[in-house]
Nanobody
């Protein structure tokens, strides 16, 4: 069982930056592939970024490529999402997800564990 807790959300102006963190419980974090998803009001939850357990494979949604960066610190059991050049359309609740071992990073249903989400609001 893994518990995920996101933090770092908030209100920011367009063009600004935020860094989200997702802290995981347990001692086997390094064996988990991690993903970030987001859900805007009245929309489906969508893939944002993911990183395999090895750290060697990373993927991003086209809408955030070049602006967002995912990284992980296994010593701290934490995965990060650095969000730069934020746009109003990035406004959503951002969720962290985990899957032990391999997962198709953008496949929402492949993940076993989810955090409670953190709100990101980008004003124009």
């Amino acid at each position: 069982q893994v518990q995920l807790v996101e933090s770092g959300g908030g209100l920011v102006q367009a063009g600004g930056s935020l860094r989200l963190s997702c802290a995981a419980s347990g001692r086997t974090f390094s064996t988990y592939s991690m993903g970030w998803f987001r859900q805007a009001p009245a929309k489906e939850r969508e893939f944002v970024a993911g990183i395999h357990w090895s750290g060697r494979s990373i993927d991003y949604a086209d809408s955030v490529k070049g602006r967002f960066t995912i990284s992980r610190d296994n010593a701290k059991n934490t995965v990060y999402l650095q969000m730069d050049s934020l746009k109003p359309e990035d406004t959503a609740v951002y969720y962290c997800a985990a899957k032990r071992g391999y997962v198709v990073l953008e496949f929402r249903r492949g993940y076993d564990y989810w955090g409670q989400g953190t709100q990101v609001t980008v004003s124009s």
